[in-house]
């Protein structure tokens, strides 16, 4: 029965779509805007671990289900902008293993993802409070329209998923051989530079305060630069951050990514790579992608991607993955459905028997 209900939920969600697709801005007298937005996010996951197969409903971890405000206040030349956001506390596809079942809802504080208040002015942008690091969204820049069903940072699919040695759980997860280094949300300050001919530098000081046990400082820096004409649309960025910790694990990060797409055509590539610096792995990844028309309701967009890693967790250890994604939009209900498919592979010298993982996703999200 409970089941039957995750999957009727969805449908009763859509049929209330044309109530809410308009936008919820208000205005006061003094000129100051609050914009709401959310998004729902529900997904069908398939798991096979080679030994066993694993069914849930659940929130897509690619991009969660959220809610949140931004409120803007005009102040001559310059402007404030305060925003607040949290995701739902919905069990996510990141949080499934064969283990243990999270509880569906569980909201905690670190599924705040934002609140925070920027100034921009001429002379850049300063953000103080719970936000992106600089180098947040640097690993992951993608245009192919299709990271709701896949994209670089792989153990949101299925992260929390253990490898099987033979028939039994190794201890290792997805998530431990998969990262892409990106940088997160910390209570930080950031400065951004204006951009110079499509060029814009970011630097930012961090620390965790929402999640327990974290005294580490966090810096960053990143440089990221964006193109767009009526044949091309580029973007890249790259990234350099460093964790300072009083138990001595210090950690630095270099990441970089592009994404480019081909407008007449709707072809697109996507590379993106990483390094640990300190003996915790690094990757190389690449995505190959077509976006059109296809039917009236919204824009079609497919890929197939590639991820190699070395390194993580054990020295010469090699983590591969394949996937391939499907995304259709349909614009007149703020829906996008998407499919997902990937296997995992990891080896190394133990000697362990490591069996592929297989995941699928399918589902969809509504914008507000």
């Known amino acids: ?3 039957s209900l995750f999957i009727i939920a969805p449908g009763l969600c859509l049929a209330a779509i044309p109530a809410w697709s308009e936008d919820l801005t208000f205005t006061h007298p003094s000129g100051a ?11 069908y996951q398939r798991v096979d671990d080679g030994e066993e197969s694993f069914d ?6 690619n991009s969660v289900s959220r809610l949140g405000f931004w409120v803007d206040v005009p102040m001559g030349e310059n402007q404030l902008r305060l925003n607040f956001e949290t995701g739902l506390g919905f069990k996510t596809t990141s949080d499934t293993n064969q283990i243990d079942d999270p ?3 569980d909201w ?9 208040a920027v100034y921009i002015a001429g002379f850049g942008s300063f953000w103080f409070g719970q936000g992106s690091m600089a180098t947040d969204g640097v690993a992951e820049i993608d245009n192919s329209g299709t990271s709701l069903a896949g994209y670089v940072n792989l153990p949101d699919m299925a992260g929390g998923y253990e490898f099987r040695d033979g028939e039994l759980l190794s201890g290792i997860a997805i998530g431990d051989v998969f990262k892409d280094f990106d940088g997160g949300r910390r209570f930080r300050l950031r400065y951004d530079t204006p951009k110079f001919n499509g060029f814009m530098f970011s630097a930012a000081y961090g ?3 929402l999640a327990e046990d974290d005294d580490a400082n966090y ?3 990143a440089l990221r630069y964006g193109y767009e004409n009526d044949t091309f649309k580029a973007d890249a960025g790259l990234g350099y951050a460093w964790k300072d910790a009083d138990d001595d694990g210090d950690t630095e990060q270099l ?6 797409v081909h407008r007449p055509t709707g072809l697109n590539a996507t590379l993106a790579m990483g390094d640990g610096q300190d003996d915790s792995g690094n990757y190389g990844y690449f995505k190959f992608g077509w976006t059109g028309d296809v039917i009236d309701q919204g824009s079609t967009a497919v890929s197939i991607d590639y991820f190699e890693g070395n390194d993580y967790v054990i020295s010469g250890s090699d983590s591969k993955s394949w996937g391939i994604q499907a995304v259709q939009g349909f614009d007149d209900y703020n829906v996008e459905a998407y499919l997902g498919y990937r296997e995992y592979e990891f080896d190394d010298d133990t000697g362990a028997d490591y069996q592929d993982i297989s995941a699928l996703l399918l589902g969809a999200r509504w914008k507000f």
């Open 1 to 3: 029965m409970k089941t």
């Open 33 to 43: 805007t609050a914009t709401f937005y959310g998004q729902v996010n529900l997904t």
């Open 56 to 61: 849930d409903f659940v929130d897509n971890g």
């Open 103 to 105: 509880d569906w809802v």
């Open 108 to 116: 905690q504080r670190t599924d705040l993802r934002k609140f925070e």
């Open 207 to 209: 620390e965790e305060i």
């Open 219 to 221: 810096y960053d820096v």
């Open 255 to 260: 990441i970089a990514s592009t994404s480019v």
